[in-house]
Structures are given as C-alpha cells and as structure tokens.
C-alpha cells in the first residue's frame, strides 16, 4: 500500500521556486535512496515532507496514508509517523539523552511511559547502536563527537519508530566505521513496515542497505529512476550527464 504520494510538487523558499513539479511515490516497507547535485532541492524535500514552515507548497500534494498532509504542522506529522534526521547543533545542558528521547517518544504516541520501561527500550536500542548505555546520562549533545551525534539522530529514529524514516546525509563526515554501525543499526531498525527516504552522496550505503528505487534529484525534479545499478552508474558517471538525459529516461 502506497504510505506517501507526492504529486506535482512545488515548493518555494523566500520567493523562489525550489523544488518544480516533483513525483514520488513510496509504498511501506520500500527503500527509496534520493542523490543529486548539490543545491538541487534534496533537503528542501526533506524539510518540506515535514512540515518545515520556511518551505512553501506552491502547487501540488503530499499524501501520506491517502490523506493530503499539506497543512499539516509538524508535531502532527510526527504524530503520523514521519521522521526526519537532523543534527541539534546545539548542546542543551541540562537535558540528559535518555530524558530528551522518553519525552519526545511520549510526545509522538501521546502515552506515558514509565522510566524502568522506557530504558529496558532505550537498552535494546543503544545495543543496535554499539553505543555505551551510560551515553544515557550525557547531555545531550555536550562534547559529542560527530560520529556521536550521528549515532544519536539514529538511536532518536529507532525509539520513535516511524513509518516513514527520511535520513538527510546522516552518513556524512562520518568514517568508514561509523557509517558501518550507522547503516547496520538503521538495517537492524529495517522491516517489512516501515519505509525509508535517504537522501546520500556515498554509495557505502549500498554495503548496508539494499534500495528499492534510486532517484536522482536534478533541479527541482526526479530525473532519473533506477534500481541500485542507478547509483553505481552515477558514480562512474557523474551528474552532468543526468542532467543532459534528464526528462528521457524514467
Ligand atoms: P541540496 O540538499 O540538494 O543540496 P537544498 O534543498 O539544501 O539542496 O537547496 C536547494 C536550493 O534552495 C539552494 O539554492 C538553496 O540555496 C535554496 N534553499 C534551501 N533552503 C533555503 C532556505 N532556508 N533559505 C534560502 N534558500 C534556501
Ligand atoms: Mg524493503
Ligand atoms: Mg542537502
């Protein structure tokens, strides 16, 4: 069945049109990888499938479980299941991981949860993660390494389980290492159920996690759909030659 449906989707940022009649359909359980020169709108997608109020619909829908989510605000989505990775820049002091994430669970299920409950989670989860469980304790944020902070956006997407998991360059300034771990964890997360958009320049994915469809984002719109010989193609390749193709092949 069809989770999320984007139909003729433009999008302006300050005036200016970003994305320019985008389609995109994901249906549950599919990996769908989206690579693409820089600028060409991989992130405003992102940030607009969340509700991001900078990032305006212009024209255009996004359907999530059959139901237009264009108004939708941000809390909402969460609460239906879409999950979007972004780093906090910011260290908030004060606020251990292990609080940050049980209040946001508690927030996209509107259920309490009862501490011993919620680490016996917590455990599971940072063991998938190969993170030390006293990371618990940390402010969040607080002197975390990169790769640290990374392994925290993906522990945060596996407490929160979504249905709809959009990954934005989570592998990125990452050693080989910490990507393995990364993407093995998001494999271990992986089901039947749930879906995943990952917006990515390293084929090193490809090591971890098989896509459904390869989408190369040209400009504002899907140019190009393949299967994973796509992302290896590009690689060899390089964008300048999609962007000549663009718009005759599908
Ligand atoms: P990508 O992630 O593919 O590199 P982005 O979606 O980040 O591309 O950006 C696409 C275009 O939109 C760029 O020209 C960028 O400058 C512009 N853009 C994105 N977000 C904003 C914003 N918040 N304010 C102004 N311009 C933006
Ligand atoms: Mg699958
Ligand atoms: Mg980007």
Do not use: C, W
Request: charge should be negative; glycine fraction near 8%; aromatic fraction near 8%.
């Amino acid at each position: 069945t069809s989770l999320l449906n984007i139909k003729d989707l433009t999008v302006k940022v300050e005036e200016k049109s970003i994305l320019k009649g985008l389609n995109l359909e994901i249906k549950e359980g599919e990996t769908h990888l989206i690579m693409g020169p820089n600028g060409a709108g991989k992130s405003t997608l992102g940030n607009v499938l969340m509700g991001h109020p900078q990032y305006v619909i212009d024209e255009g829908n996004i359907f999530f479980q059959g139901e237009s989510i264009n108004d939708m605000k941000t809390d909402e989505r969460a609460k239906k299941g879409i999950f979007l990775s972004f780093q906090y820049p910011e260290e908030i002091p004060g606020v251990t991981v292990e609080n940050f994430l049980r209040t946001a669970k508690m927030a996209v299920t509107g259920k309490s949860i009862f501490v011993s409950e919620f680490q016996k989670e917590l455990k599971e989860k940072m063991d998938l993660l190969k993170m030390p469980y006293e990371y618990k304790d940390r402010y969040l944020n607080l002197g975390f390494s990169g790769g640290e902070k990374k392994k925290n956006e993906v522990l945060q997407m596996a407490v929160l389980e979504p249905k709809l998991a959009i990954l934005d360059e989570t592998d990125s300034g990452l050693d080989v290492d910490a990507i393995k771990i990364i993407y093995e964890g998001i494999k271990n997360i992986a089901d039947d159920k749930k879906s995943f958009l990952v917006i990515t320049h390293y084929n090193k994915i490809l090591d971890y996690l098989k896509p459904d469809y390869v989408h190369i984002l040209i400009d504002g719109k899907i140019a190009v759909t393949g299967d994973i010989d796509l992302a290896y193609e590009v690689e060899k390749v390089g964008y300048d030659n999609f962007k000549k193709i663009a718009g005759t092949r599908s």
